[in-house]
């Protein structure tokens, strides 16, 4: 049973009047356009090779090799079924989705290929090439990420519009930044496909990079399934928690003991870290926040 996400809005929108029904059936063959095309402003076309580009937004980093020369192939011997997008610049193209049909068509010899041609903004290729490699479940979590992160810092978007614009949850986004925080070496990793994205979401969950770096390395040794190294995980924070407590404890007073259970029930709360800071009589309770979507529900926690 194929897996339902929620991208997209239909194929209906996409198609003019003035499309034939041989057009129409040809679009209606790629599942991208039927879920990402959303504008009346599109046309079907047989666009030369030579004058499309690369899209410089493009999430995807990584190709299989052995994938595409197998798409090649089959280029060859049935030529392209399925059209890729595009957006006009100037007298050129630039890709939208279908970067591996293009690349293989390339491979193959031909001239030509079917695009359904569209006039839209940066931000706008840039969501559909995004949607377009979720929905085909084509982009390593790394790559999911810095796409995520890509739109917050290129276009100003919050974790929330962005969660928005591709059909995920905010707490999902939020999850995937997280990955940004690992290692190089592990996320060189996760983009080979030595660790899954369980694998990945459970070390964002720790901030010492030598760590991270020596579990995962047990994971590729040990072929560690995400539930051992949730175990491993939960242990090492165990014993952080509690060298901290021990620490924190020795030498402290009834009333340092009493703000120290007020963080823990805080913190508790509000789902992040909170510090209560003492000065005599008078102190501060620190509330600490991710980002301005995490302000906002902590904000509606107070309310």
Do not use: C, T
């Given at each position: 049973m194929s897996k339902k996400t929620g991208l997209g809005k239909g194929l209906s929108?996409?198609?003019p009047d003035s499309l034939s029904v041989q057009e129409t059936s040809l679009i209606k063959q790629s599942k991208l356009e039927q879920d990402t095309i959303t504008t009346l402003e599109s046309e079907l076309r047989q666009v030369p090779i030579a004058d499309i580009d690369r899209n410089p937004y493009q999430p995807r980093t990584v190709f299989d090799d052995e994938k595409l020369a197998e798409l090649t192939t089959s280029?060859?011997?049935?030529?392209?079924?399925?059209?890729i997008l595009l957006r006009e610049q100037n007298d050129r193209y630039e890709l939208i989705a279908g970067e591996r049909r293009w690349l293989a068509a390339r491979r193959a010899g031909l001239s030509s290929i079917p695009a359904v041609v569209r006039r839209i903004k940066d931000i706008e290729s840039f969501e559909q090439a995004?949607?377009?490699?979720?929905?085909?479940e084509d982009l390593n979590p790394i790559d999911e990420a810095v796409a995520y992160h890509r739109l917050m810092d290129e276009f100003s978007m919050t974790q929330q519009q962005v969660a928005e614009k591709v059909g995920r949850s905010r707490p999902a986004i939020s999850n995937s930044l997280r990955l940004?925080?690992?290692?190089s070496d592990v996320q060189r990793l996760i983009i080979d496909g030595a660790l899954s994205s369980g694998h990945a979401r459970c070390l964002a969950g720790l901030t010492d990079r030598k760590i991270q770096e020596k579990l995962a390395s047990r994971i590729v040794s040990e072929a560690l399934s995400v539930r051992q190294l949730e175990a491993i995980v939960s242990d090492i924070q165990d014993e952080n928690v509690h060298?901290?407590?021990?620490?924190?404890?020795?030498?402290?007073?009834?009333?340092?003991?009493a703000y120290l259970e007020v963080e823990k029930i805080l913190s508790e709360r509000f789902d992040t870290k909170v510090s209560v800071v003492s000065r005599g009589k008078r102190g501060q309770i620190l509330i600490e926040f991710a980002d301005p979507d995490d302000l906002q529900r902590i904000f509606n926690i107070l309310e």
């Open positions: 929108a996409l198609i280029v060859q011997e049935v030529g392209v079924l399925q059209p995004i949607i377009e490699n979720l929905h085909r940004l925080h690992l290692s060298d901290s407590k021990q620490k924190a404890i020795s030498g402290m007073s009834v009333k340092e003991a």
